[in-house]
């Protein structure tokens, strides 16, 4: 699969957002009801419920808004797509190219997304489709999706995740050392040579996905 980060300036909820820049929505799930409907749940938190809400009533995407759920920090909404949410919907075309979300939220600012495509051929119609709406994008990576990647830190393979745990256990990180690196080999089951790599390739997954610095060619990232 093809992992690709991108932010999206859609309409979809738009005027609910700019009514309390400080709410952030997530998406939980979209369902098609027919070829003509399309309904979405997403989570909220962070902001002003009750301006959000009025937000929701009088945002033109949003047709029967609702609440589902109420956690107190946090609360989940259901809505129809309608207007120009409808027409620009990326839903149908995800589930057409075989795109799996990883990530999507939003705020005042726009849409943060996360997707994992087939191929390149997918990831081209997909960009053509919002090109064809007009729906502005910026793509900020695309990388090749690891075997065992982390859902919170894209990229983090579960053997780097491994041996960043385990350094930290052994006190490897700890200043001074606990223990060598010859000795996260050890606990790691690998040459100290392997371990050194999991390790830096780890810290420089989590440091790029903390800090959102330039990856650059992902191509010597990919391993384990």
């Given at each position: 699969?093809i992992?690709?980060?991108?932010?999206?300036?859609?309409?979809?909820?738009?005027?609910?957002?700019?009514?309390?820049?400080?709410?952030?929505?997530?998406?939980e799930?979209?369902?098609?009801?027919?070829?003509?409907?399309?309904?979405?749940?997403?989570?909220?938190?962070?902001?002003?419920?009750?301006a959000?809400?009025?937000?929701?009533?009088?945002?033109?995407?949003?047709?029967e808004?609702?609440?589902v759920?109420?956690?107190?920090?946090?609360r989940?909404?259901?809505?129809?797509?309608?207007?120009e949410?409808?027409?620009?919907?990326?839903?149908?075309?995800?589930?057409?190219?075989?795109?799996?979300?990883?990530k999507?939220?939003?705020?005042?600012?726009?849409?943060?997304?996360?997707?994992?495509?087939?191929?390149?051929?997918?990831?081209?119609?997909?960009f053509?489709?919002?090109?064809?709406?007009?729906?502005?994008?910026?793509v900020?990576?695309?990388?090749?999706?690891p075997?065992?990647e982390?859902?919170?830190?894209?990229?983090?393979?579960?053997?780097?995740?491994?041996?960043?745990?385990?350094?930290?256990?052994?006190?490897?990180?700890?200043?001074?050392?606990?223990?060598?690196?010859?000795?996260l080999?050890?606990?790691?089951?690998?040459?100290?040579?392997?371990?050194?790599?999991?390790f830096?390739?780890?810290?420089?997954?989590?440091?790029?996905?903390?800090?959102?610095a330039?990856?650059?060619?992902?191509?010597?990232?990919?391993?384990?």
């Amino acid at each position: 699969m093809i992992l690709v980060e991108f932010t999206l300036d859609h309409p979809l909820l738009r005027e609910a957002l700019d009514r309390d820049p400080e709410m952030r929505v997530t998406w939980e799930q979209s369902d098609a009801v027919d070829e003509s409907r399309v309904r979405f749940l997403v989570w909220a938190e962070g902001g002003d419920f009750e301006a959000f809400e009025r937000g929701l009533e009088a945002d033109p995407t949003v047709g029967e808004p609702s609440r589902v759920a109420d956690l107190g920090d946090r609360r989940l909404y259901r809505g129809e797509l309608v207007g120009e949410g409808l027409r620009t919907s990326i839903y149908p075309t995800l589930v057409e190219e075989g795109g799996v979300i990883r990530k999507l939220s939003a705020t005042h600012e726009g849409w943060e997304c996360r997707i994992a495509f087939p191929d390149q051929a997918a990831v081209d119609r997909f960009f053509g489709f919002c090109r064809d709406r007009d729906i502005d994008y910026r793509v900020r990576r695309i990388y090749d999706e690891p075997d065992g990647e982390s859902d919170d830190f894209p990229g983090l393979t579960d053997a780097q995740r491994e041996a960043l745990v385990t350094a930290l256990e052994v006190g490897y990180m700890d200043v001074p050392r606990e223990s060598s690196l010859g000795d996260l080999g050890d606990h790691l089951d690998v040459s100290d040579t392997a371990a050194s790599q999991r390790f830096r390739r780890g810290v420089r997954t989590l440091v790029r996905a903390v800090l959102d610095a330039d990856p650059g060619s992902p191509g010597g990232d990919s391993g384990n």
